[in-house]
């Protein structure tokens, strides 16, 4: 037995088919939709067959009147959807960049923090000023230099992301 390599995204989608049930019929065709239109989808993404899984399954406990239900691992946003068409495939390809999104929402509000708390040390200070502190002795302050730390540790993050990206799409034979 050896540890295989885990996909990024592994998407479950149910095909189940209940024929004549007081259920309800399933997704069956619906799922069968959704199940072919992400496989395509999934080719189309740049390293997206080695990293992004899907999976054709039975019933996965929700059965919706339109639609079909899909499940997604790792969770990377709602974890369970339902009522997914062919439609909503694109939506649920996206979901795989939130990390990066949220990242960069962050260091910007984290940017924004780093520069108020240096104007409140030295007023009138630009973007360009706190990005060479050394040229003012205000900003040799404890505070400000552990939002700075905390910003250039969430820039590193995001960098290492890219490179994980980047790397991963080297893998797959994808060029830049």
């Known amino acids: ?20 049930s007081p259920l309800g019929p399933g997704c069956g065709p619906n799922g069968d939709a959704v199940y072919d239109a992400l496989k395509s989808a999934v080719t189309r993404v740049p390293g997206g ?6 999976t054709k399954t ?4 929700i059965c919706p009147k339109h639609g079909c239900t899909v499940a997604r691992y790792p969770n990377a946003g ?6 997914v068409t062919p439609a909503d495939v694109p939506a649920l390809l996206e979901s795989k960049d939130e990390v990066a999104h949220e990242l960069a929402l962050l260091e ?6 780093v520069l108020d708390l ?3 040390l030295k007023p009138g200070l630009t973007l360009e000023d706190v990005q060479n502190p050394h040229d003012f002795p205000e900003l040799d302050d404890p505070d ?7 910003l250039a ?6 960098m290492a992301l890219a490179a994980r990206g980047k790397q991963s799409r080297r893998n797959d034979g994808e060029e830049e």
Not at 108 to 113: C, G, I, M, P, V
Not at 153 to 158: C, F, L, P, Q
């Open 1 to 20: 037995m050896r540890e295989a390599i885990a996909p990024r995204l592994h998407f479950f989608v149910c095909a189940n088919r209940r024929e004549g």
């Open 49 to 54: 067959v080695a990293s992004i899984w899907v």
């Open 58 to 61: 039975h019933c996965l406990g």
């Open 78 to 83: 709602p974890s369970i959807m339902t009522e």
């Open 108 to 113: 910007e509000l984290q940017r924004k923090k």
């Open 118 to 120: 240096a104007r409140r």
């Open 144 to 150: 400000w230099h552990y939002a700075d730390g905390v």
């Open 153 to 158: 540790g969430i820039a590193s993050v995001k």
